[in-house]
């Protein structure tokens, strides 16, 4: 069964820097692209980007660029995502999810499983 | 970047009654690339529909999806007390893989 175990709930001041990780199980992991989303207090989802596991290949949405990184390390199934000069908007849990279909079939595909969401929390 | 508006925002029904929710793209999405997601309080979205029609596994059959182009639509057949959640569109044809802002099904 395909799983995806994220790391737990962060607190951060503004202006600091958040790694959360994403540990993969139940699947070729470089196999997949992944992608992360995040969600604000009471809001939609917002799509942040992917990482292709298997190049290391990445795509960010504009609103993040230079301040997102995704990286992988393909030895134990993780991907890592890391937002940097937090504000406090950026308070929202961030979700990794799995595409549905596989990377030779090129970018994109719907999100199945999701990780069960990291709270990053940005306060003073 | 396409754009999916949901509606309605927020839709109230009781237990055993028919729900419709819609989902409209400002351009067309190419090979019917769409998805339902729903998400419960304090859970991560679960896929519903894939490719506009498609349940994914586990999924009851009273949830189905349908249309084509800019319009589609997710039933849900006769409600369940557990069907109550916000519902996501979300458009997988083009990057970014963009998502709907939601409709809430509440009871009424």
């Known amino acids: 069964q395909v799983h995806l175990v994220q790391s737990g709930a962060e607190v951060k001041k503004p202006g600091a820097s958040v790694k959360v990780s994403c540990k993969a199980s139940?699947?070729?992991?470089?196999?997949?692209?992944m992608y992360w989303v995040r969600q604000a207090p009471g809001q939609g989802l917002e799509w942040m980007g992917w990482?292709?596991?298997?190049?290391?290949?990445?795509n960010y949405a504009q609103k993040f660029q230079g301040r997102v990184t995704m990286t992988r390390d393909t030895s134990i199934s993780a991907t890592y995502m890391e937002l940097n000069r937090l504000r406090s908007d950026d308070t929202a849990v961030y979700y990794c999810?799995?595409?549905?279909?596989?990377?030779?079939?090129?970018?994109?595909?719907?999100?199945?499983?999701w990780g069960q969401g990291t709270l990053v929390t940005v306060s003073s | 970047e396409i754009v999916l508006t949901q509606s309605p925002g927020t839709l109230s029904l009781s237990p055993g009654e028919r729900a419709t929710l819609s989902c409209r793209a400002s351009?067309?999405?190419?090979?019917?690339?769409l998805a339902w997601y729903q998400q419960k309080p304090g859970q991560a979205p679960r896929l519903l529909i894939n490719?506009?029609?498609s349940r994914a596994t586990g999924i009851p059959d009273r949830f189905s999806g349908s249309g084509s182009g800019t319009d589609f639509t997710l039933t849900i057949s006769r409600l369940e007390p557990e069907d109550f959640a916000v519902y996501y569109c979300?458009?997988?044809?083009?990057?970014?893989?963009?998502f709907g802002q939601g409709t809430k099904l509440e009871i009424k």
């Open positions: 999810a799995k595409a549905g279909w596989t990377l030779v079939r090129g970018v994109g595909g719907w999100f199945d499983p």
């Open positions: 139940g699947y070729t992991f470089t196999g997949y692209y």
């Open positions: 990482i292709n596991p298997n190049s290391g290949g990445t």
């Open positions: 351009q067309s999405v190419s090979s019917s690339y």
């Open positions: 490719g506009a029609s």
């Open positions: 979300q458009q997988y044809g083009s990057s970014p893989e963009t």
